[in-house]
């Protein structure tokens, strides 16, 4: 069993940054793909980014390319999202997730998720 649990959201103005943090424990994070997802009021969950288990591969969702960087530390067992230049729209709640490997489109084998962490960009 792997538990994940999100910090670091708040309620910031456009422009600001934010550094989210997913902390793991109880299971095998450094061989895990992770990722970060988000979900809106009245929208689904939506991909944001994602990393292999060593950091050699990145994916980001269209949107947030440029803007969003995500990392990894295995040593500290825990995920990273910084965001900056932040907007309106990247208002929701931030999940992350850990699977045991994703290809850039699919996420294989069983899925753990956080229980989110609330970003709120005001405009």
């Known amino acids: 069993q792997v538990q994940l649990v999100e910090s670091g959201g708040g309620l910031v103005q456009a422009g600001a940054s934010l550094r989210l943090s997913c902390a793991a424990s109880?299971?095998?994070?450094?061989?895990?793909?992770m990722g970060w997802f988000r979900q809106a009021p009245g929208k689904e969950r939506e991909f944001v980014a994602g990393i292999s288990w060593n950091g050699g591969r990145l994916y980001y969702e269209d949107s947030v390319k440029g803007r969003f960087t995500i990392s990894r530390d295995n040593v500290k067992n825990t995920l990273y999202l910084q965001m900056n230049s932040l907007k309106p729209e990247d208002t929701a709640v931030y999940y992350c997730r850990a699977s045991d490997t994703f290809d850039g489109s699919t996420w294989y084998g069983y899925s753990y998720w956080g229980q989110g962490t609330q970003v709120s960009v005001s405009s």
């Open positions: 109880g299971g095998t994070f450094s061989t895990r793909a």
